[in-house]
């Protein structure tokens, strides 16, 4: 009985999903389809959590957690072995199903995560409250700066670097005279490299979402999280010189987190925050928090991390409407319908939908991209006039994710901020990479992945040498040599 309901859940979850987000439209259908094939995986009732073999493949295996089977792929090569239910050599490994080999228990119960106990949640490590809405260090909102971040979503290239440049075009400004800032959360496939160094070079964040943007990760395993994130900084710093220790920050694909899976590949890579949490609309928005504690409000996506995470951050979003909820409301401000509307009207739309903020707890106002807001001339041109305004603001300050969580794990007063270090523009940061070079290497490279049997070119720019092929999960370095990748985590 239990097991039924849970059924009955995810796929009312799912439904959900599907009418929530249009974006989402196309890959709802290809779920179904692999459904109708009948390929899903179900976990065995009687043995309980365990990793069982994948029927279609050796190489990969299923880790049913409660009933629910996440896909794994096996790293480097290796082939999983039905009798010790690990990845090991090809020829070791005895390919599954195997009848009667029951498994062993590998996850410990469920710990949950608890309600934020405000007693025992000190900043800098931990920061949450009980409906998510209070402010850092209990400061005044008259008192404390108005946080914008500019967030992109996806591959950079010729498609969209144009308009970033016009978003960040030199004579935009935060009240201590620093040029304004943003985060891109980048993805493999179609990104230009040469694009990507300019943009860290010129002190914006680069951040991961992840090499392949397939859909579907949130039900997949550790390792493949791993590939996904891991490898996609693994290329940033080969081919844009960025360095592992700037990219600290992660958004999952389609906003769905993969559940404990991906909170867990955060803390033991090293990663200091996620970006994928949305919040349903709130009348008050909620602050970035950390994962000592339990979400503080519903999760929207039905695949939120459960344990706790102590010392990692969530920047939330919280979902973009105005009043009558006209044009709709959504987490990607490309997600709202307002290309109806003429610039003006997108002006007044974001002024009144910013208001919530500014007027209430000044909560950091995070404005998530993908390329499509920029292709429709009206959209573009009600953004640059609300950034034109802001930026008239004395007390409203454009910054990278990380910036902004820096502010928040030490609170200052806007008094303060004139010479507030850590969003200061004085000095280079010393990790920030050299600017590009002028001309790039125009790399054509064949493409294989490793589930299909044809072979792909994709171009790629990068003022670093040409990898052999294109770079992908499991050979981030484009070596050719598929499975070379092995990561291990910082942490042991
Ligand atoms: C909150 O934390 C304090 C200090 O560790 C502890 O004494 C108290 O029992 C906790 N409260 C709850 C409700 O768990
Ligand atoms: C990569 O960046 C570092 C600084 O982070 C710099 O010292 C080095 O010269 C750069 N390498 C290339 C090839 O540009
Ligand atoms: C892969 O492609 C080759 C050549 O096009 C073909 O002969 C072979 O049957 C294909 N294999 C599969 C599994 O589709």
Request: hydrophobic share 30%.
């Amino acid at each position: 009985m239990a097991i039924l309901l849970k059924n009955v859940d995810r796929k009312s979850i799912y439904l959900y999903l599907c009418i929530s987000y249009f974006i989402a439209i196309v890959h709802c259908q290809a779920d179904k389809k692999t459904k109708e094939d009948g390929k899903e995986f179900e976990c065995p009732q009687q043995v309980g959590n365990g990793n069982f073999a994948d029927p279609a493949t050796c190489r990969r295996f299923y880790q049913c957690v409660d009933g629910f089977p996440y896909l794994n792929r096996c790293p480097s090569g290796l082939y999983f072995d039905d009798i010790s239910k690990f990845c090991t050599f090809k020829n070791e490994a005895r390919c599954g199903p195997i009848a009667a080999t029951p498994a062993p228990i590998t996850e410990p119960p469920t710990d949950l995560a608890v309600k934020c106990n405000l007693s025992d949640c000190e900043l800098p490590y931990c920061f949450c409250s009980k409906d998510g809405t209070a402010i850092p260090g209990n400061l005044n909102s008259d008192d404390i700066p108005q946080i914008i971040l500019l967030t992109f979503d996806g591959a950079v290239n010729l498609n969209n670097f144009e308009h970033y440049k016009k978003v960040f075009n030199k004579k935009r400004q935060n009240p201590n005279g620093c040029d304004i800032k943003g985060t891109f959360f980048i993805s493999h496939e179609y990104s230009n490299y040469q694009m990507i160094q300019k943009l860290a070079s010129d002190g914006h964040e680069i951040a991961t979402e992840t090499i392949s943007l397939q859909s579907g990760l949130q039900d997949k395993g550790y390792e493949e999280w791993v590939g996904e994130m891991v490898g996609m900084r693994e290329i940033l710093k080969h081919l844009s010189n960025i360095s592992k220790s700037e990219v600290v920050g992660m958004r999952a694909p389609f906003l769905k987190p993969g559940r404990n899976t991906q909170y867990k590949v955060i803390e033991d890579f090293g990663f200091i925050f996620d970006s994928s949490i949305g919040v349903p609309p709130s009348d008050i928005p909620v602050w970035p928090y950390t994962l000592d504690y339990k979400i503080p409000h519903e999760c929207k996506s039905g695949s939120c991390p459960t344990k706790s995470f102590p010392g990692v951050w969530e920047v939330p979003l919280n979902e973009h409407y105005v009043k009558d909820f006209e044009g709709g409301h959504c987490p990607y401000l490309d997600q709202c319908v307002l290309h109806n509307h003429d610039p003006e009207e997108v002006f007044e739309w974001l002024q009144e939908d910013f208001s919530r903020y500014y007027e209430q707890n000044k909560a950091p106002y995070m404005m998530p991209f993908h390329t499509n807001w920029f292709s429709i001339k009206e959209l573009e041109q009600g953004l640059h006039k609300f950034l034109d305004w802001t930026t008239s603001l004395s007390d409203v300050y454009f910054v990278t994710v990380t910036q902004a969580l820096t502010w928040i794990t030490d609170p200052k007063t806007l008094q303060q901020l004139n010479n507030y270090e850590p969003w200061d523009c004085q000095k280079k940061k010393e990790n920030t990479p050299p600017p590009p070079c002028n001309l790039a290497n125009k790399c054509a490279l064949n493409f294989k992945t490793p589930d299909l049997n044809f072979t792909d070119i994709r171009y790629l720019e990068t003022c670093f040498e040409c990898p052999n092929q294109y770079p992908w999960l499991g050979d981030s370095g484009g070596t050719g040599i598929p499975g070379k990748d092995n990561y291990v985590p910082d942490n042991v």
